[in-house]
């Protein structure tokens, strides 16, 4: 077992319903959909303790405990994962979590361009369809 894991068994038993076996414990955790931007990265993954994250992906369990980790911990231990729909993401966790934190960018946008009341920059800045957006300078994201 590596470095990253053996602080992580660490972490995460203490927190779990399962207090010896790792494997099971990973498997009562999952990824609540709430992602941070802290801005800079100085943030420290709470399960495998690696440091300068800039995202927080939390992550929960049954006993109502939560964990604020990086995107790769949720890949390297294979935290469970949902959609929108409800729908276990199995494949690809990976690109879903960037979508997710794609998704989450943009939306931190639109709010802070909403309250800061700049009319002009959010015309610039339209939505075009459910899921794609028009950046300025006519990028299209797909979130
Ligand atoms: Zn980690």
Same mark, same amino acid.
Request: aromatic content about 10%; proline content about 0%.
């Given at each position: ?6 602080? @992580?068994?660490?972490?995460?038993? =203490? ?5 010896? &076996? ?7 955790? =999952?990824?609540?959909? #709430? %992602?941070?931007? !802290?801005?800079? @990265?100085?943030?420290?993954? +709470?399960?495998?303790? &690696?440091?300068? *994250?800039?995202? !927080?992906?939390? %992550? ?7 964990? *604020? ?10 935290? $469970?994962?949902?959609?929108? +729909?409800?729908?276990? /993401? =199995?494949? #690809? ?7 997710? *934190?794609?998704?989450?960018? %943009? ?5 802070? *361009?909403?309250?800061? #009341?700049? $009319? ?7 939505? =075009? $369809?459910?899921?794609? /957006?028009?950046?300025?300078?006519? /990028?299209? /994201? %797909?979130?």
């Amino acid at each position: 077992m590596n470095r990253w894991s053996e602080i @992580a068994k660490k972490n995460i038993l =203490t927190l779990s319903k399962n207090k010896n &076996n790792f494997n099971l414990a990973l498997k009562e955790w =999952t990824f609540s959909g #709430n %992602i941070y931007d !802290h801005k800079v @990265a100085e943030e420290i993954c +709470e399960l495998c303790e &690696n440091e300068n *994250l800039r995202y !927080h992906f939390e %992550i929960y369990n049954g006993l109502g405990n939560r964990l *604020l980790v990086g995107s790769s911990c949720i890949n390297r231990f294979d935290i $469970t994962v949902f959609d929108k +729909e409800g729908i276990e /993401v =199995t494949e #690809n966790k990976e690109s879903y979590l960037k979508k997710a *934190l794609n998704e989450k960018l %943009i939306e931190d946008i639109f709010f802070q *361009l909403k309250s800061s #009341n700049k $009319t002009g920059k959010l015309k610039r800045l339209k939505k =075009t $369809t459910a899921n794609k /957006v028009l950046l300025k300078g006519g /990028v299209e /994201v %797909i979130i």
